[in-house]
């Protein structure tokens, strides 16, 4: 018998991390599945945790773009907070770019301007909502990574995992000194402790460098190599590896990584616009799709370099191509997808748990616990 939590009935676990576990469920008051993200029960008592998950549920209700995965309802029920996301059917951006490298070749350019421009159009809606107040929110995911993005069954790329996003108004503060996100991402200003929207688009400069050359710009065997990487290593232009790569593409990618934020794109809506002008016409919605269902069907070792611009150039010129297996392959991208965590937040979870199992004063957790129920109520107005 399956599990019923509230309306919501429980079919199968996507995943867990450090502070919750998400299952793909069903709700009568929801026509599409959704992916309800759950608070273990012995994180309830820890206020920065509690915090967090509250805030990423309260941020959800400004987010309402195509190209960002929407939040359906918030609560608390049993003693268990949760959050109901839309379930986005499709493979992460790392899983495509991972299959192309083994048996496709590298992913065509126009392919990889189509994401970014999808990513950048999310992104300009982000960077500029506003509370009911008409006061800006100051939205910065800090999180952009191929992990967090899904290149859904319909052709719409969407965001994820809003958890690590900062904003002006935040119920807990992160503790002072601690970096959010994945260090091959971070942007050189924020590991000095300056963060704003331009620290997202600098991530999505490394994004783009790395679809379009099939290698990792900053990755390194220690993390201060890392980071010494991205302050300081001279970045070559994509087209060093691509010669696919055209000059426009080459401007576009490296003023978004430009190490001083102030030569770089001011907006997301202005890096859009950019790679608009470069694509010079974008897929359609069914090219693009075409196109990722045939990656998917293919399974033998790669034997031609270009065989993912030769899928496309046939897909462009409408003509068919030869598939392996079911288009619905696809599917088996979304199992390994289903395995892997949307709620992995384990080295804060763990630091936040580690602190409060050193905690002296019992005062000062149950200030923390008031303060907690205090907001929830407010939230729940």
């Not at 090219?287 to 897909?315: C, N, Y």
């Not at 892997?340 to 602190?355: D, K, N, T």
Request: proline residues 6%; positive net charge.
């Amino acid at each position: 018998m399956r599990e019923r939590f509230g309306s919501y009935e429980i079919y199968e676990k996507l995943g867990a991390g450090g502070l919750a576990a998400v299952h793909l469920a069903k709700s009568r008051a929801i026509s599409n599945p959704v992916a309800l993200k759950r608070l273990f029960p012995h994180i309830a008592s820890v206020r920065e945790l509690v915090g967090a998950f509250i805030d990423e549920a309260r941020l959800a209700k400004y987010l309402r773009h195509p190209g960002i995965a929407r939040v359906y309802e918030f609560g608390k029920l049993r003693g268990i907070y949760f959050i109901a996301f839309e379930f986005v059917p499709g493979p992460s951006l790392l899983q495509l770019h991972e299959h192309c490298r083994e048996y496709v070749g590298p992913m065509p350019t126009m392919v990889i301007l189509e994401i970014a421009y999808q990513l950048c159009d999310a992104l300009e809606h982000a960077h500029n909502c506003k509370n009911e107040l008409g006061l800006p929110l100051g939205i910065v995911h800090r999180d952009i990574s191929p992990q967090n993005v899904i290149v859904s069954t319909t052709g719409q790329v969407k965001l994820i995992d809003f958890g690590l996003a900062k904003t002006k108004q935040q119920t807990v503060q992160s503790q002072a000194g601690m970096i959010k996100g994945k260090l091959n991402y971070v942007a050189p200003e924020y590991l000095d402790g300056k963060l704003d929207a331009r620290c997202d688009l600098w991530a999505l400069g490394v994004v783009m460098w790395e679809l379009l050359t099939g290698k990792r710009l900053f990755d390194a065997p220690e993390q201060g190599k890392i980071l010494d990487n991205v302050r300081s290593m001279p970045i070559p232009p994509p087209s060093k590896w691509n010669r696919e790569v055209p000059p426009e593409v080459d401007h576009i990618v490296l003023k978004a990584l430009e190490r001083d934020p102030r030569n770089r794109w001011l907006r997301a809506g202005e890096m859009r616009d950019a790679i608009g002008q470069a694509a010079a016409g974008r897929l359609t919605q069914k090219q693009f799709v075409s196109w990722v269902e045939w990656v998917f069907t293919q399974k033998e070792p790669l034997r031609r370099e270009d065989s993912g611009m030769s899928a496309l150039h046939e897909i462009l010129e409408s003509r068919d191509v030869k598939v392996v297996g079911e288009l619905t392959a696809i599917s088996e991208a979304m199992e390994v997808r289903r395995r892997e965590s949307v709620a992995l937040m384990p080295p804060l979870g763990a630091a936040m748990l580690e602190r409060r199992s050193r905690a002296r004063f019992v005062w000062l957790a149950l200030a923390a616990v008031l303060l907690v129920a205090a907001i929830i109520a407010m939230q729940l107005r």
